[in-house]
């Protein structure tokens, strides 16, 4: 059914338009109505438009809610509000200043281009997030890292608006109130471990690349000359590609390091005190730790970064035996307890993702090593160096001369008449003295007395004091005195060296648990005298234990302190003995530290010598058996796939899984009580925890070095979550360089830091039995086998148990993905090519043996016929 069209027609808009009063105009006298003229209704537009914009301009309220046309900064100058354009931005590019001509007006802008804003706004997030990464410290020797992103202010209705920017040097747009943002960032807290603040090195840090950006261009610069005269071909092509992406790079670094000094000024208060008419930019800032863990205020970044920079210290001092706090190495005597040592174990464990059982000692052995190479030669200490004439002069006669002043202080002696001064300086033991040293004598005495009827205690006469009147005196002296000085000197030079060769030839002496040894060398003899324990406190060596018993090795020798120290505390030795050199030699010989003994706390974690062996013989002894089959049965192309028991993992290695490990005389390593390491375990994966794979890797000679691989990932890619699964490497060898052990790269199991790193690789290399404990999801690889023996490693795989489950990989340990190769046969009943070729050669020989006594019989039987034959007729 059609719809019926309306026939009315619709009525003109004019009909229904009010009427509205006429009003005379008051230039012409005219009425205006509604349909006036064009050319008036323009004329009056821009008429009340000019009238109105010479109101503003006239009138100047910041508070009112119209926009202003200019503002008053602190100084009183007038700033002027005006928008830029594209045209405006791009002018400033090209003349690398401000487009607006007037240099006598300051101006505000608003950037009517969103993408000009972002442009800004990049460039400002780069330089917070730089300022605040060098704010932290880093952890591990990895950085924090700061995710800072800046958008656009909101008016009430929710709608983005334009923040005020300026055109600051070389024509860069910059937003107006950027001093104030970097005004807001604090200084940060004293982190322990670092010395240096966090401004200085920042300076430092910028200091550093400003230098390297002119170095870079002076090279190129050096470049472009030699490369004037020469063709362009492809590579300089690529060259030159090259280096204008280093000089984009470097002016955007130059502009971030440039915004990072910007100053407060009168423009830029302006901007930030009218934020309440156009508001500053949303800048929000996400702090992320090394260990990714994520912190969205500055307060709690700062304190969590205190926390790590008190474990780095921690770490420091137990793995690499260096005290930061104190600046100093620790004794070679220290023990860490089982208790600390699975307190520093979880630390490193969370930080690199690794723990070598064992770890806290490892750091002894190469000073024990440079302990004993210095121990083959005289040690530095001991190489006395020369003295001139006036340093054996002061030595000679300061003691004497300091007591001579002690006592004039204490008596009062220094009233005396000049006379009896000049005999007081005279008796100091000297070739001879002339008369200005004594004036200068009388002088300082005259001074530094004091009055008896002084209640005050008398003032000391240090030994600085005497070196100081002992130069005066020196200066005095006649030119025969100097020479005569500086030939005593001379000699003495050669008899230390006599005596110090000597020296040299002393024998290492044994320490007992209560006796230490001075070896006392005269005329090339010497003597073993025990030495006295104050010496050795007081010349500033560490006194060993009383319960070492270990070599002892050279640590001071003629002219060190030590032997000053050791000749000054008889007390049959006079002063006058001080002036001239010693005639014999004191060598303080203290005992060498021990290296960890075999009662460490971490020894208890690790397999003894019988069970590795268990285990290298079982593991042997399946391979072998694999092998057997495999040549038995003719399975060389499934052996390429793998089997359940044995697959190949690279060219040279195997992983194998051993049947026999199941047995009760393995439960070493299937019992989790039992199992030496699983204390260990327990304190990274907790109390529920479960065995999932158990076997051996093998590395022949020749093998190759193994990819770059982890041996899990993450469970989940939004945060970083705990270990779920944990590996424990135990070599059956004692691992060396050549047989190619592990490499690990550390920290590389937090999330988004799995590539690897060549500034973090560590290879542990330990003993047999010793535990390696790394992350599931920790990168490594094995190193190429350079030596001519086989590197087993038994390995152990460990997961936590949530609710009855655990984790179980199905990519590395699945039995569908591998062949079955069935029943093993024995190797031992399973002869080689060579026992095979004996075995048919000596069958051979057997049948060739048996063809010739059969033919043998044959012939003889033969022969003994026609004899029978003739013998019966005759009969």
């Not at 747009?173 to 200085?200: C, D, N, T």
């Not at 793995?319 to 220290?334: A, E, F, K, Q, S």
């Not at 003032?459 to 030939?487: I, N, Y």
């Not at 208890?604 to 092998?627: R, S």
Request: aromatic share 6%; hydrophobic share 30%; with cysteine.
């Amino acid at each position: 059914m059609e719809a019926r069209r309306s026939t009315r027609v619709r009525a003109p808009a004019q009909a229904f338009a009010p009427e509205l009063p006429k009003v005379k105009d008051a230039a012409t006298g005219k009425k205006r109505g509604r349909m006036s003229s064009s050319k008036g209704g323009a004329r009056k537009k821009t008429k009340t438009a000019g009238a109105s914009n010479k109101n503003k301009s006239t009138r100047k309220n910041p508070k009112r809610k119209s926009a202003p046309q200019f503002l008053e900064d602190c100084e009183g100058n007038q700033v002027w509000l005006t928008p830029a354009n594209l045209q405006d931005i791009a002018r400033a590019q090209q003349t690398k200043r401000s487009p607006f001509g007037n240099k006598k007006r300051l101006y505000l802008h608003t950037v009517t281009s969103p993408t000009q804003r972002q442009m800004v706004y990049d460039l400002a997030r780069r330089a917070l997030e730089d300022i605040e990464q060098c704010l932290l410290p880093t952890y591990g020797g990895r950085p924090w890292q700061c995710q800072v992103t800046v958008t656009d202010p909101t008016n009430a209705k929710g709608h983005a608006v334009s923040p005020y920017f300026i055109f600051g040097p070389k024509g860069r747009l910059e937003l107006a109130a950027w001093s104030h943002v970097l005004m807001r960032i604090p200084s940060p807290p004293k982190f322990p471990g670092y010395y240096a603040s966090s401004q200085a090195r920042d300076a430092a840090k910028t200091k550093k690349k400003k230098e390297q950006k002119k170095s870079k261009g002076q090279e190129r610069l050096e470049d472009s000359s030699d490369h004037a005269g020469e063709d362009d071909d492809v590579a300089t092509e690529e060259s030159d590609d090259e280096e204008e992406e280093e000089e984009i790079i470097d002016e955007e670094m130059e502009i971030i390091y440039d915004l990072q000094e910007r100053d407060v000024t009168p423009l830029s208060e302006l901007a930030h005190d009218e934020r309440w008419r156009v508001p500053l930019p949303n800048i929000t800032t996400k702090w992320i730790s090394p260990l990714r863990e994520i912190f969205t205020s500055r307060k709690s970044a700062w304190e969590h970064a205190v926390a790590l920079c008190k474990q780095d210290v921690l770490l420091e001092k137990m793995i690499r035996g260096h005290d930061l706090t104190r600046n100093r190495p620790l004794p070679l005597t220290t023990v860490v307890p089982a208790k600390k040592a699975l307190h520093v174990g979880q630390l490193r464990f969370k930080r690199d993702g690794l723990w070598v059982i064992g770890q806290e000692d490892m750091w002894k052995l190469p000073r024990s090593e440079e302990d004993e190479a210095a121990d083959r030669t005289i040690p530095s200490a001991t190489q006395r160096r020369s003295l001139s004439a006036l340093q054996l002069y002061i030595q000679s006669n300061r003691k004497e001369l300091q007591q001579k002043r002690q006592a004039a202080l204490h008596s009062g002696a220094s009233e005396a008449p000049p006379e009896q001064e000049e005999k007081k300086s005279d008796e100091i033991e000297q070739p001879q003295s002339g008369a200005a040293a004594s004036e200068s004598v009388q002088e300082e005495t005259k001074s530094d007395a004091v009055p008896r009827s002084s209640p005050a205690k008398p003032k000391k006469f240090t030994l600085k004091e005497a070196d100081d009147e002992l130069r005066k005196m020196w200066k005095a002296l006649s030119t025969l005195e100097k020479e005569s000085w500086k030939k005593k000197a001379a000699s003495d030079e050669s008899a230390s060296s006599t005596a110090t060769s000597a020296a040299a030839t002393v024998t290492p002496l044994t320490t007992s648990k209560n006796e230490k040894y001075v070896s006392e060398v005269s005329d090339g003899e010497s003597t073993h005298v025990p030495l006295n324990p104050q010496a050795v406190q007081q010349s500033g060596r560490v006194t060993p234990s009383s319960d070492v018993s270990e070599p002892a090795t050279l640590t001071s020798s003629v002219g060190s302190p030590a032997h000053n120290v050791a000749s000054q505390s008889d007390p049959t030795r006079t002063e006058a003995q001080f002036a001239t050199p010693p005639t014999s030699s004191a060598v303080v010989v203290a005992p060498k530290a021990a290296l960890p003994s075999k009662s460490a706390p971490w020894k208890k974690w690790c397999l003894d010598a019988a069970k590795v062996k268990q285990c290298y013989d079982a593991g042997m002894e399946h391979y072998d058996t694999v092998i057997a089959t495999v040549k038995a049965r003719d399975l060389h192309r499934e052996l390429q796939d793998g089997f359940d028991v044995l697959r190949e993992r690279g060219r040279g290695r195997f992983d194998m899984e051993l049947p026999a490990f199941d047995e009760p005389e393995f439960s070493f390593l299937t019992d989790l009580k039992k199992a030496p390491w699983m204390p260990v375990v327990r304190s990274i994966l907790g109390k529920d925890v479960v065995l999932i794979h158990k076997g051996i890797f093998l590395a022949f000679p020749g093998a190759e070095t193994q990819a770059y691989h982890q041996d899990g990932v993450h469970l989940t890619s939004q945060t970083q979550r705990d270990a779920h699964a944990i590996n424990v490497f135990v070599p059956l060898v004692d691992l060396t360089m050549k047989h190619g052990p592990t490499e690990f790269c550390l920290g590389t199991h937090i999330l988004n830091k799995e590539e690897y790193d060549a500034n973090f690789v560590e290879t542990p290399v330990v003993s047999a039995g010793t535990p390696i404990i790394f992350d599931y999801r920790l990168g490594h690889n094995g190193l190429a086998n350079k030596s001519g023996s086989c590197r087993p490693v038994l390995y152990c795989t460990y997961a936590c148990e949530n609710n009855g489950k655990e984790f179980r990989d199905s990519v590395n340990f699945s039995r569908k993905r591998y062949h079955r190769i069935g029943d093993l046969i024995n190797s031992r009943t399973i002869l080689s090519r060579q026992d095979r070729a004996e075995k048919r050669k000596r069958a051979m020989e057997q049948i060739a043996s048996e063809e010739e006594e059969a033919a043998l019989r044959e012939a003889i039987q033969q022969s003994s016929q026609p004899v029978e034959s003739a013998a019966s007729p005759s009969a």
